[in-house]
């Protein structure tokens, strides 16, 4: 097995947890870049990789061409990794245990497959480009959209999505679900959700309806893709975001990739899994505090850390 950057695991009941799509912003990760070396070899990895100048993008912007989803994602899952390293270089395993499990939200599962040694960086970077390609190139074909509605449950929800054809493509938390469809379908839904006493809506600024079936055509090209990468199995269980579940082999994970595009990220189930596993204590590293916020809803009593910069790196040691 390839060397995990997580290193050996020996404190019981911690998760890493990486975000997705959404919380990128220019100038992530610069800080890192410019005083850690371990971090700074990430990114450049990454451009070596990408053939591309990715990490200017992120630092310098522009806001428009970073936010496209074929360079959010790959920015994203860079500034994950470059973040996770600088944190074991500057911290060590006394102030930031290392992980029991490893999780993603759905393109972040990815940075959760490289930080446990299933991909290597180059790997993840090129796989997560493509994915994006894909899904962007099936988004032009058959174009859809996703919202998230707010202080709706899931079995509403869910009949909401039966009634007009819409689909459920995220179970974020008790009270937040993304649904997606085609856009006169979402716009259905959306007015369904409103009259059922949804709390709010939100339009997400995605290209797509993701994690449904009208992914289906992206799915042979990335299983080419990921033919042509080394999948090793996981230093710790990945809990998959279709199935809530541990998985900890590769073969097991090349399917759950496949899967996931189609099909609903349940992170709430996800959540609850690691709860009930024991797991007391979560780390957030990457870009912003999204699933920080809904760790605390899911899992109310759990020890929530974000890291995601220098600064909050100096803080675990204080």
Known sequence: MKNSILGDVTSPRVAYVFPGQGSQHVGMGKDLYEQSPVARQVFDEADKALGMPLTQLMFEGPVEELNLTINAQPAILTASLACLTAAQETV????????????????????????????????????????????????????????????????????????????????????????????????????????????????????????????????????????????????????????????????????????????????????SYLWDAGVTQFYEIGPGKVLSGLIRRICPDAQVTAVNDVKSLQSLVR
Not at 99 to 111: I, M
Not at 168 to 179: L, P
């Open 92 to 271: 060590g395993s006394e102030f930031m245990p290392q992980p029991n499990f490893a999780a993603g939200h759905s393109l972040g599962e990815y940075t959760a497959l490289a930080a446990t040694g299933v991909l290597s960086v180059p790997d993840a970077v090129r796989l997560v480009q493509e994915r994006s390609r894909l899904m962007h190139e099936t988004s032009q074909k058959q174009q859809g959209g996703m919202a998230a509605v707010l202080g709706l449950d899931e079995l509403t929800i869910e009949e909401i999505c039966r009634e007009t054809g819409a689909y459920i493509s995220n179970v974020n938390a008790e009270d937040q679900v993304v649904i997606a469809g085609d856009k006169i379908t979402l716009a259905r839904a959306m007015d369904l959700a409103s009259a059922r006493g949804a709390r709010r809506l939100i339009t997400l600024q995605v290209s797509g309806a993701f994690h449904t079936d009208l992914m289906k055509p992206s799915v042979e090209g990335m299983r080419r893709a990921m033919d042509e990468a080394e999948f090793n199995a996981p230093s710790v269980p990945i809990i998959g975001n279709c199935g809530a579940n541990p998985i900890t082999t590769g073969d097991e994970i090349k399917e759950e990739l496949l899967h996931q595009m189609c099909n609903c990220v349940q992170w709430r189930r996800s959540m």
